[in-house]
């Protein structure tokens, strides 16, 4: 058991202003996360949820940071999985760097987590981050057959 921490980083072709409205926009982030999509108010406090589209259960946490367009950092609650994990953090830092953003995305478990549990955003992270990397250059996300949980 550890305390993991992964850290993503890709470069988009787009401001700061467009990627976080993508990363906090339901209709937008429908298209990337593949059916489902991001729900708040984005007010530091309040609920946060990924709707799941085949599941009667979601991701749900709260909004943790939201300072538009350099970052914003939410807690993260798996919970259609029948065993309870502990939650986990979220984050994405923004940086202008001339015509590209750099986006860097972290997960952070600050309770151990069995690293069986791990394999789902390590597969799923990559996927989505390039998704929404295709939607802001080409108008269109990636085709990319999202694999069913284990």
């Known amino acids: 058991m550890s305390k993991p921490e992964f850290v993503y980083v890709i470069y988009i072709a787009a401001t700061p202003e467009k990627v976080f409205e993508a990363l906090t926009d339901a209709k937008m982030s429908e298209r990337y996360w593949h059916g489902n ?19 009667d259960k979601d991701v749900t946490g709260k909004v943790l940071e939201y300072d538009p367009p350099r970052r914003l950092a939410l807690s993260w609650r798996v ?5 309870k994990l502990p939650d986990c953090i979220v984050s994405y830092d923004l940086t202008p760097m001339g015509e590209v953003t750099k986006l860097t995305m972290t997960e952070h478990h ?5 690293p069986k549990w791990l394999e789902g955003g390590k597969q799923g ?7 929404l990397k295709s ?11 999202t694999p069913k949980p284990q």
């Open 125 to 131: 992270w990559p996927m989505i981050l390039s998704g």
């Open 37 to 55: 999509y991001v729900e708040s108010d984005w007010k530091v406090g309040s609920p946060f949820a990924l709707r799941l589209s085949r599941r």
């Open 110 to 114: 600050p309770t151990p987590i069995d």
């Open 79 to 83: 919970d259609w999985l029948e065993e």
């Open 135 to 145: 939607l802001l250059e080409t108008g269109a996300a990636l085709p990319i057959p």
